[in-house]
C-alpha cells in the first residue's frame, strides 16, 4: 500500500516536472525521504526516475522540434561527466549533511523561479568564448565564461544529491543564452535524462539501488513524461514555474527543519 501510494504521488509529480523542465528530482527525493526512504536510497531511486521521465519527455519534445540539440550534447555533456562524480563522491557525505545541502538548494532554486525572466540578446558576439547557435530562425548567443562553470557546478550537485538541476537549467539559458522558453524546457529535459543516468550509475555503484521501488516507480514515469511533455506544447510554463517556485521554498524550509530536527 505505500509503495503504490509513492508511485501515485510520483506520477503526478513527473506531469508537472516534465511541463515545466524541471525534471522533478528535488521533488522527488522529498516525497522518498518522507515516505521513510533512506537518503541515499532515494537519491538513486530519484536519478532513476529521472532517466525515465526525461526520456519520456524528451521524445515529445524532439518530434516537436521544441530543443536544442548542440545545447544538448554540449552542455549535457559536461553536466553528465560532473553527475557521475557527484553521484560517486556522494557517499562520504552524511544523511543529514546531504538533506541540509539539498534544502539550501531547494531554496536558491525556488526563489530562482520566482523571478521574471527576460530574454537575452541575440546579436552576434564573434569573441573568444561566445557561441553563436543559429537554428531555422532563432540565434542563441552562449557566454561559456558564464555557462560552462554553471553547468558543471549543476551536474556535480545534481549527482550529489539526487536532482535533476533543471531548476538552473533553464533560466541560464533562457537569461544567458537567449533560447526561447518552450525550447529551454525541451532541451532542459533531454539535458537532465543523460545526467540522471550517470548520477544514478554514481549511486548505484555503492549498492543504493533498490528494484522493488525503482522500477514501478520509474514506469509510472514513463508515462507520466509523455503526458507531461505533450501538455507542455499546449501550455505556457511560467505560470507553471511560479507554482513550482513556491512550492520548493515550502519544501525546502520543511526539509531543513527535518533535518535539524533529526540531529
Known amino acids: 500500500m505505500a509503495t503504490a501510494f509513492i508511485v501515485l504521488v510520483i506520477f503526478c509529480l513527473t506531469v ?35 532517466v525515465a521521465s526525461a526520456l519520456s519527455g524528451a521524445l515529445i519534445f524532439g518530434k516537436a522540434k521544441a530543443l536544442s540539440w548542440p545545447l544538448v550534447f554540449f552542455f549535457g555533456g559536461l553536466n553528465s561527466l560532473m553527475a557521475f562524480i557527484g553521484g560517486f563522491e556522494a557517499y562520504l557525505f552524511s544523511g543529514t549533511t546531504l538533506t541540509i545541502v539539498l534544502s539550501v538548494a531547494l531554496g536558491i532554486a525556488g526563489a530562482a523561479m520566482l523571478f521574471p525572466e527576460k530574454e537575452a540578446s541575440k546579436t552576434a558576439i564573434s569573441r573568444f568564448g561566445y557561441w553563436n547557435i543559429m537554428e531555422s530562425e532563432s540565434r542563441y548567443v552562449v557566454n561559456l565564461w558564464l555557462a560552462v562553470p554553471l553547468i558543471l557546478a549543476t551536474g556535480f550537485f545534481s549527482g550529489m544529491v539526487g536532482i535533476s538541476g533543471g531548476s538552473f537549467l533553464v533560466p541560464l539559458m533562457v537569461v544567458g543564452c537567449g533560447v526561447p522558453m518552450r525550447t529551454a524546457v525541451g532541451t532542459a529535459t533531454a539535458m537532465l535524462a543523460a545526467t540522471a543516468f550517470t548520477g544514478f550509475i554514481g549511486n548505484a555503484l555503492h549498492g543504493g539501488f533498490d528494484p522493488e521501488l525503482a522500477v514501478p516507480c520509474g514506469a509510472v514515469a514513463i508515462v507520466g513524461g509523455l503526458l507531461g511533455g505533450k501538455i507542455a506544447l499546449k501550455t505556457k510554463p511560467k505560470e507553471l514555474k511560479t507554482i513550482s517556485g513556491i512550492i520548493t521554498i515550502i519544501a525546502a524550509i520543511i526539509m531543513m527543519m527535518n533535518a535539524l530536527s533529526s540531529k
Do not use: C, D
Request: hydrophobic residues 50%; proline residues 3%.
Open 16 to 50: 508537472v516536472m516534465i511541463m515545466s523542465g524541471r525534471g522533478g528530482g528535488n521533488f522527488y527525493v522529498i516525497a522518498l525521504v518522507f515516505s521513510g526512504i533512506p537518503i541515499h536510497t532515494a537519491s538513486t531511486t530519484s536519478q532513476f526516475i529521472l
